[in-house]
């Protein structure tokens, strides 16, 4: 069974966590590339942050430490498939601990709790894309019993399609 | 630009097609094994249809040739993210051509509809995962303009978690 360590909280986010949660996505190599945490935030984090917490199949989750609110997240989808007798799978995305928590251990508890809520939901299947980049994380999620058996394949929809 | 054979018809699925959904999923060295193609179809099925109707994020699309209803068909899934400053992506899943019309350039004149579905949607990124154990349509992704820049990575929720 999962031990949690009893001093972390794990819960939904409220929108007075966004800021926290994109400097979060921004301290890191490849999402400094991406994300732009300035204060206050671009409107499109707001109306992300809105869209996700009206659909009941989207979650923010974050965890708190007694000494650092906010020291990870990681957002979870369920999706409704045909695929698999009509399964419902999740997914795991924009997932980040704050860099001086790192290899604390509070990434993978944050997963434990992650993929017992996909259970309990009804999914079958937890799935995520790692980038190849980043080999450290892709061993991290070994480790939790997940298996590469797909590529992760993406269009930027910014370049054009070949046709 | 993508030029489309006008015989073809893209539109969303309907419980009608369901049956013949199924039929395509189960048609295939993989689905096989996942499938459960008897008629009538297990609840599960009409269950995950029901639940990718309601969803304005969610869509099932066909593609019907003037001798073949439902030649083809892929669900797309509208996610929006925190990431890339509070980004759209658009994913595809339960991709299946007929049997008796792969090669003939269907898939990808569906994929080509659905990609600029997605960008019509506000879309920034086109995501799905491919089996490694399909060197085919990994191939067929990459001549679309997709990169396996990323592990697919999945956990089967029947198997306990490594703790």
């Known amino acids: 069974m999962p031990t949690t360590d009893p001093t972390l909280t794990f819960r939904p986010a409220t929108r007075d966590d966004l800021p926290a949660i994109v400097a979060l ?3 890191d190599p490849l999402g400094a590339q991406r ?3 300035v204060l206050p935030l671009p409107r499109s984090y707001e ?3 809105a869209a996700i917490d009206r ?5 923010l989750v974050v965890v708190d430490t007694p000494e650092h609110r906010v ?4 957002q979870l989808t369920r999706i409704p498939h045909i695929t698999y007798q009509g399964g419902w799978r999740a997914q795991i995305e924009g997932v980040r601990v704050a860099s001086a928590l790192r290899s604390s251990g509070i990434g993978r508890q944050l997963f ?4 017992e809520r996909a259970r309990a939901a009804g999914c079958h299947l937890v799935q ?4 190849k980049a980043r080999p450290d994380a892709i061993r991290f999620y070994e480790g939790l019993g997940f298996r590469a058996s797909h590529e ?6 910014d370049r054009p399609v070949r046709d």
Not at 112 to 115: F, P
């Open 128 to 131: 995520l894309t790692s980038d």
């Open 47 to 49: 109306d992300a942050f």
């Open 25 to 27: 996505l921004a301290n």
């Open 112 to 115: 434990l709790w992650a993929i």
């Open 35 to 37: 994300e732009n945490h």
């Open 55 to 59: 659909d009941p199949n989207n979650e």
């Open 71 to 74: 020291a990870g997240v990681l």
């Open 152 to 157: 992760g394949m993406k269009l930027h929809l």
